[in-house]
Nanobody
Framework: QLQAFGGGLVQAGGSLRLSCKAS????????IGWFRQAPGKEREFVGV????????WIADSVKGRFSISRSNAENMVQLQMNDLKTEDTAVYYC???????????????????WGQGTLVTVSS
């Protein structure tokens, strides 16, 4: 199971760092992705990091502002969010992808072990 935490209320232009921690399982063998879901909208791909942390992909909508890193020693993946905008307001989730593919990494159905998510609210 994965647990996302670190959300909160921040003003536009501010920064937050979200964390995704695994409890048990072969964490270091899975890619970890971040998705977000705003009220009334579908779950949206934010980014993913491969099992080793060497490669990551970020959605165009947040590229240049968000970055992903991981520490397998700590069973942790972090999403650094800078220059936040009101449209970044959403619940953020992390999920595990056992077979990462560039063609399908945007699909939430490829991810498992979703936790409860953490709410990020960006005020203007």
């Amino acid at each position: 199971q994965l647990q996302a935490f670190g959300g909160g209320l921040v003003q536009a232009g501010g920064s937050l760092r979200l964390s995704c921690k695994a409890s048990g399982g072969a964490f270091s063998t899975y890619a970890i992705g971040w998705f977000r879901q705003a009220p009334g909208k579908e779950r949206e791909f934010v980014g993913v990091v491969n099992w080793s942390g060497v490669n990551s992909w970020i959605a165009d909508s947040v590229k240049g502002r968000f970055s992903i890193s991981r520490s397998n020693a700590e069973n942790m993946v972090q999403l650094q969010m800078n220059d936040l905008k009101t449209e970044d307001t959403a619940v953020y989730y992390c999920g595990a992808n056992p077979k990462l593919s560039v063609a399908t990494m945007f699909q939430s159905c490829r991810y498992h072990w979703w936790g409860q998510g953490t709410l990020v609210t960006v005020s203007s």
